[in-house]
């Protein structure tokens, strides 16, 4: 069964810090990979889509990267700003079968000081 | 209408009665997904709709929750006899199969 983990649960960083949030997978065989933004109260709104033959994806000061054969993925932010204060969530679409749905992981929760 | 849309944005209720929450996905989108999201953890998943069949219902806690999507679009997740524990905000997502799943702003419902 695939188990979506991410490290930290929660971050603090001040304002123009550089920053890097960590997804894991125990099942290698994915589709794709997906990166959201939530923010309180909201809905979700996706971020960087990789698909599991690429190995990174870019969208202005985020990047994030994918590898598959050890089951990891990091979303990089640069040069934070108090605006990118939000949870965010990886999700994993599992390889195979008749769905696409999304396993997410618990989020790490973002707050950027001024 | 540019996103996927779900009316009402809250629902409040009382336990044991039904509740249908409705969800709009991106015109042309064959593939709608609900999943519900309790405080502090992740999405779930519950449903998934390619066209106008649930292709994997798998899901679903129990038989108390039925979704349809008679023409391919528009969907409705019905909820009988409502519990507490079906306090959640429920969310829906649409895409073009395989692909970027698109979510909406969710219905936060409470069973008191």
């Known amino acids: 069964k695939q188990e979506v983990t991410q490290i930290p649960a929660a971050l603090s960083v001040p304002e123009g810090e550089n920053l890097v949030l960590n997804c894991s997978f125990t099942?290698?065989?994915?589709?794709?990979l997906q990166w959201f933004r939530q923010d309180p109260g909201k809905g979700l709104t996706s971020l960087l889509l990789?698909?599991?033959?690429?190995r990174e994806q870019t969208s202005g000061r985020l990047n994030a990267s994918l590898d598959k054969s050890s089951g990891r993925s990091t979303l990089y932010i640069a040069a934070s700003q108090p605006g990118d204060s939000a949870t965010y969530l990886c999700a994993v679409v599992n390889y195979g079968g008749s769905q696409g749905n999304l396993i997410f992981g618990k989020g790490t929760k973002l707050s950027v000081k001024p | 209408g540019a996103g996927v849309s779900q009316t009402p944005s809250n629902k409040v209720t009382e336990k044991g009665k039904y509740v249908e929450l409705r969800c709009d996905p991106i015109s042309g989108h064959t593939a709608l997904y609900w999943y519900r999201q309790s405080l502090g953890q992740g999405p779930e998943f519950l449903i998934y709709f390619q066209g106008t069949g649930a292709a994997d219902d798998s899901g679903l806690p129990n038989d108390r929750f039925f979704a349809v999507r008679p023409e391919g679009s528009v969907s409705t997740l019905k909820i009988q006899r409502t519990e507490r524990g079906d306090s959640a905000v429920y969310l829906c997502?649409?895409?073009?199969?395989?692909?970027?799943?698109?979510f909406g702003p969710g219905t936060r419902l409470t069973v008191l």
């Open positions: 997502a649409s895409s073009l199969g395989y692909h970027e799943q698109f």
């Open positions: 099942d290698s065989a994915i589709y794709n």
């Open positions: 990789i698909q599991s033959s690429q």
